[in-house]
């Protein structure tokens, strides 16, 4: 499945130093730089980062050699490489030309995201008729929801995810391959069957894993016979932004919808809307954080100025009616 790759490995530690500082895939995705030990000689190059325990996984391309600024490849676009690559080898073994076979595979696949998914990964996983869902924030409630489905894809932005098949799925499939083999060996109805058998065993489907999720993606592109490049522009990010504001009773907001609306202070959601229509493809939610009196405001548009704008603007709604400091990035 996976022919001809060459991995340079970077950035191990034997030096020494701190974790994760300067480099790692929450530095690359939150900043939006080139980690230590990347530059000029790597422009145009197909690059990963993974974090200090290996659970997250981004890519990216340095752009210029003259400055550190990257084209991410988040971990939205991970799970839009992995929902195309599912969904065409369903649609393979599905084909009504398929006279080799009495059925094809009937399968459920579903794509789980939370609200801080880029609206646009939403609107491109949509028009291609997937399934999307969404769910509140956090991994255990992303694994959770992907676990109804056939097959479930979920990764957030930050590159932490995974693909989960169901057991009854795997029986299927299984099944499925081994009566190609007998009547269409080699054929292309055969062919996608192993490349889903291939996937079903090389993800970890426990838990996040960036070393099983990059041998995954790097099959993938070798499949399509893409370029970083070419997945990066699938679709174009929104511009976002992301604030927070402390408050002096974070339990005072509560969300309902996968936080995406909020229900209480009553009132707050209708501010909330009435700024984000003033926006062309606006979009806005505030939730509480977890462990201190902060709300964070998380808001994106078809500009970055625009987004700035609809963040700006939420936060002073927000400190307005609950009490606030100033607000922070």
């Not at 659970?55 to 050699?65: A, E, G, M, N």
């Not at 939205?76 to 006279?99: G, M």
């Not at 970890?204 to 893409?226: I, K, M, P």
Request: net charge negative; hydrophobic share 40%.
């Amino acid at each position: 499945m996976l022919t001809g790759l060459e991995i340079e490995i970077r950035n191990v530690g034997r030096d020494g130093g701190v974790l994760n500082e300067g480099v790692g895939a929450d530095y690359v995705q939150k900043e939006k730089v080139a980690p230590s030990g990347f530059g000029s000689a790597d422009v145009g190059t197909r690059c990963a980062s993974l974090d200090g325990d290996a659970d997250r996984l981004v890519y990216f391309r340095v752009l210029s050699p003259s400055s550190n600024t990257i084209d991410l490849v988040d971990g939205d676009k991970i799970l839009t490489l992995f929902a195309v690559f599912i969904k065409k080898q369903l649609s393979i073994l599905n084909k009504k030309e398929n006279k080799d076979i009495a059925s094809g595979l009937s399968a459920r696949l579903g794509i789980v995201q939370t609200a801080y998914a880029n609206g646009a990964s939403t609107d491109y996983l949509k028009q291609l008729g997937l399934e999307v869902v969404f769910t509140p924030t956090g991994v255990k409630y992303l694994h959770k929801k992907a676990s109804e489905y056939d097959i479930g894809i979920y990764f957030e932005a930050n590159g932490h995810g995974t693909v989960l098949f169901s057991e009854d799925f795997i029986s299927r499939l299984e099944a499925k391959e081994k009566e190609l083999a007998s009547s269409c060996a080699g054929s292309e109805y055969h062919n996608a069957a192993l490349r889903l058998l291939a996937v079903t065993e090389l993800i970890n489907q426990a838990v996040g894993d960036a070393l099983s999720g990059l041998l995954l993606v790097e099959a993938v592109l070798q499949y399509f016979g893409w370029s970083i490049q070419r997945w990066s522009e699938l679709y174009h990010d929104l511009p976002s932004r992301q604030l927070k504001v402390k408050v002096a009773d974070r339990t005072a907001v509560v969300t309902a919808n996968a936080e995406t609306q909020v229900v209480k202070p009553l009132g707050l959601q209708a501010v909330i809307d009435a700024e984000t229509v003033k926006h062309s493809r606006g979009r806005c939610f505030i939730r509480p954080s977890g462990t201190e009196d902060i709300i964070r405001v998380y808001a994106e548009a078809s500009t970055q100025e625009a987004a700035d704008s609809l963040a700006q603007s939420v936060v002073q709604h927000v400190a307005s009616v609950l009490g606030s400091g100033n607000p922070q990035k």
